[in-house]
C-alpha cells in the first residue's frame, strides 16, 4: 500500500520537501518547485489520502513518522494541512530536519469545546464528500473566502483526488483531530521560517502564536495574499524562501 507518494527534481543543498494542503496534490507546487530544483534537490509529496496514496487510518503522529522517513536531511516547507503535518513531523522522535518553511499553520485549537465542534465539523464535511462526490465538494469548498484568490489555479488537479481518500484525511488528520502543540514546540531547535497573507487575518495571529512558543522562528508577511500565498503571490513568497534558505547556508557554513 502507498501511504505516501514522492517524487524528486533538482540538485543541490538543502533539500527541500513540499507538503501541500487540503484537496490538492504535489502537484500544487510545481511553479514554485520548478523554481527551488535550480539549486536543490526537492521532493514532491502526495499526502495520506491524496494524490496517488492508498488512504488508511493514520493519526497526525503517525503521518509525521511517514514523512520523517522520507525526509531526511530536508527542509520542509507545508501549507494548511501539509503545515499540520510538518509541525508533527518535526516533533517526531525520528526525525533528522534542516528546517521548516510553514505557510499558513496552526498549532492546535485552545479550547477543548471548540477542538470538539471543529472535529464534528470535519466529520460532517467528510460525510458531505462520500455523499456528493469530489467535483461538487470543490465547488463548495473553494467558495470559502480564504481560497478566493486560488479559485480554478488547479482545480483539474485537485479532482484526482478522491471522494474516499478527502473524507479519510478530514477525519484523520484535520484539525479537530490535532492536540494543542505550543509546549512541545517550545522544544524544538530547528530554524523555522512562517509565513501568511497579510489578508489571511486569522492565521497572522496564529504566526504571533508560534512566535511566542518557537525558539528558532522568523516570521514573514506577504503582501496583497490571503491563505494560500505561495499560489496568489508565488515570486514575493519564493523570494522570502530563497532568502531564508540562504541564510541558513550561511549559518550551517560557519558552523563546519
Same mark, same amino acid.
Given at each position: 500500500?502507498?501511504?505516501?507518494? #514522492?517524487? /524528486?527534481?533538482?540538485? %543541490?543543498?538543502?533539500?527541500? =520537501?513540499? $507538503?501541500?494542503?487540503? *484537496?490538492?496534490? @504535489?502537484? +500544487?507546487?510545481?511553479?514554485?518547485?520548478?523554481?527551488?530544483?535550480?539549486?536543490?534537490?526537492?521532493?514532491?509529496?502526495?499526502?495520506?489520502?491524496?494524490?496517488?496514496?492508498?488512504?488508511?487510518?493514520?493519526?497526525?503522529?503517525?503521518?509525521?513518522?511517514?514523512?520523517?522517513?522520507?525526509? #531526511?536531511? /530536508?527542509?520542509?516547507? %507545508?501549507?494548511?494541512?501539509? =503545515?499540520? $503535518?510538518?509541525?508533527? *513531523?518535526?516533533? @517526531?522522535? +525520528?526525525?533528522?530536519?534542516?528546517?521548516?518553511?510553514?505557510?499558513?499553520?496552526?498549532?492546535?485549537?485552545?479550547?477543548?469545546?471548540?477542538?470538539?465542534?471543529?472535529?464534528?465539523?470535519?466529520?460532517?464535511?467528510?460525510?458531505?464528500?462520500?455523499?456528493?462526490?469530489?467535483?461538487?465538494?470543490?465547488?463548495?469548498w473553494l467558495k470559502q473566502p480564504m481560497f478566493e484568490g486560488v479559485r480554478?489555479?488547479?482545480?483539474?488537479?485537485?479532482?484526482?483526488?478522491?471522494?474516499?481518500?478527502?473524507?479519510?484525511?478530514?477525519?484523520?488528520?484535520?484539525?479537530?483531530?490535532?492536540?494543542?502543540?505550543?509546549?512541545?514546540?517550545?522544544?524544538?531547535?530547528?530554524?523555522?521560517?512562517?509565513?501568511?497573507?497579510?489578508?489571511?487575518?486569522?492565521?497572522?495571529?496564529?504566526?504571533?502564536?508560534?512566535?511566542?512558543?518557537?525558539?528558532?522562528?522568523?516570521?514573514?508577511?506577504?503582501?496583497?495574499?490571503?491563505?494560500?500565498?505561495?499560489?496568489?503571490?508565488?515570486?514575493?513568497?519564493?523570494?522570502?524562501?530563497?532568502?531564508?534558505?540562504?541564510?541558513?547556508?550561511?549559518?550551517?557554513?560557519?558552523?563546519?
Open positions: 500500500m502507498n501511504f505516501l507518494a #514522492t517524487s /524528486s527534481l533538482g540538485n %543541490g543543498e538543502p533539500k527541500i =520537501a513540499l $507538503l501541500h494542503g487540503f *484537496t490538492q496534490t @504535489h502537484e +500544487s507546487w510545481k511553479p514554485l518547485a520548478d523554481r527551488l530544483a535550480r539549486n536543490h534537490l526537492v521532493s514532491l509529496i502526495d499526502l495520506p489520502g491524496h494524490g496517488d496514496t492508498t488512504a488508511r487510518p493514520m493519526s497526525l503522529d503517525e503521518a509525521g513518522g511517514l514523512i520523517a522517513e522520507a525526509t #531526511t536531511d /530536508s527542509v520542509l516547507v %507545508g501549507y494548511s494541512m501539509g =503545515a499540520r $503535518l510538518a509541525l508533527h *513531523t518535526a516533533l @517526531h522522535p +525520528s526525525r533528522k530536519l534542516k528546517g521548516l518553511i510553514l505557510i499558513g499553520a496552526h498549532p492546535g485549537i485552545v479550547d477543548e469545546n471548540e477542538r470538539r465542534i471543529r472535529r464534528d465539523a470535519d466529520d460532517d464535511l467528510a460525510m458531505r464528500i462520500e455523499e456528493i462526490g469530489v467535483d461538487e465538494f470543490l465547488d463548495e480554478g489555479l488547479d482545480h483539474r488537479d485537485r479532482l484526482r483526488n478522491s471522494k474516499d481518500g478527502l473524507a479519510y484525511a478530514l477525519r484523520t488528520l484535520g484539525t479537530g483531530r490535532q492536540r494543542v502543540l505550543d509546549s512541545e514546540l517550545s522544544g524544538l531547535n530547528l530554524p523555522i521560517l512562517v509565513i501568511t497573507g497579510d489578508r489571511d487575518v486569522k492565521f497572522v495571529g496564529l504566526a504571533q502564536r508560534l512566535r511566542a512558543c518557537l525558539k528558532n522562528v522568523t516570521i514573514a508577511t506577504i503582501e496583497n495574499a490571503g491563505h494560500a500565498c505561495h499560489l496568489e503571490q508565488p515570486e514575493a513568497t519564493l523570494e522570502t524562501i530563497e532568502v531564508w534558505l540562504g541564510d541558513l547556508r550561511n549559518r550551517d557554513s560557519n558552523r563546519q
